[in-house]
């Protein structure tokens, strides 16, 4: 069928023989040895780059948490003088938290979580 040459082993072992050339096969290699480094330096960066996240993520996860915290403990204070001077101001107290925190207590944690079952 094909007069190519073909070299002694792939005569033997009756396979065609690898018609690339040298020039093209080293460029090839060079070219994805290249990539594969590039690939890597940018899949460490990434890695690098999710740590911190990570990091950050769990730093203001805790913040968060502490400052709801803080901003229930707030609230209940003042809950707890305008009842001290006798003024039913809980509302407006609410209100104005709301505006402040942007954020609500912890579910039971604070006078303002009503749970009423209303079992009939
Ligand atoms: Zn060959």
Request: hydrophobic fraction near 35%; charged fraction near 30%.
């Given at each position: 069928?094909?007069?190519?040459?073909?070299?002694?082993?792939?005569?033997?072992?009756?396979?065609?023989?690898?018609?690339?050339?040298?020039g093209?096969?080293?460029?090839?290699r060079?070219?994805?040895?290249?990539?594969?480094?590039?690939?890597?330096?940018?899949?460490?960066?990434?890695?690098?780059?999710?740590?911190?996240l990570q990091?950050?993520?769990?730093?203001?996860?805790?913040?968060?948490?502490?400052?709801?915290?803080?901003?229930?403990?707030?609230?209940?204070?003042?809950?707890?003088?305008?009842?001290?001077?006798?003024?039913?101001?809980?509302?407006?107290?609410?209100?104005?938290?709301?505006?402040?925190?942007?954020?609500?207590?912890?579910?039971?944690?604070?006078s303002?979580?009503?749970?009423?079952?209303q079992?009939?």
């Amino acid at each position: 069928m094909s007069d190519k040459l073909k070299c002694s082993e792939c005569t033997r072992l009756g396979r065609p023989c690898v018609s690339v050339s040298w020039g093209s096969l080293d460029k090839s290699r060079e070219s994805l040895k290249a990539s594969l480094s590039r690939d890597e330096e940018e899949r460490d960066r990434l890695l690098e780059r999710l740590a911190e996240l990570q990091a950050r993520l769990a730093r203001n996860r805790k913040v968060l948490e502490q400052t709801n915290e803080r901003a229930a403990a707030k609230l209940n204070c003042l809950v707890q003088e305008m009842e001290a001077d006798g003024e039913d101001m809980t509302q407006t107290v609410i209100d104005a938290s709301a505006l402040e925190f942007e954020l609500f207590p912890p579910a039971g944690s604070s006078s303002m979580v009503v749970q009423d079952s209303q079992n009939g």
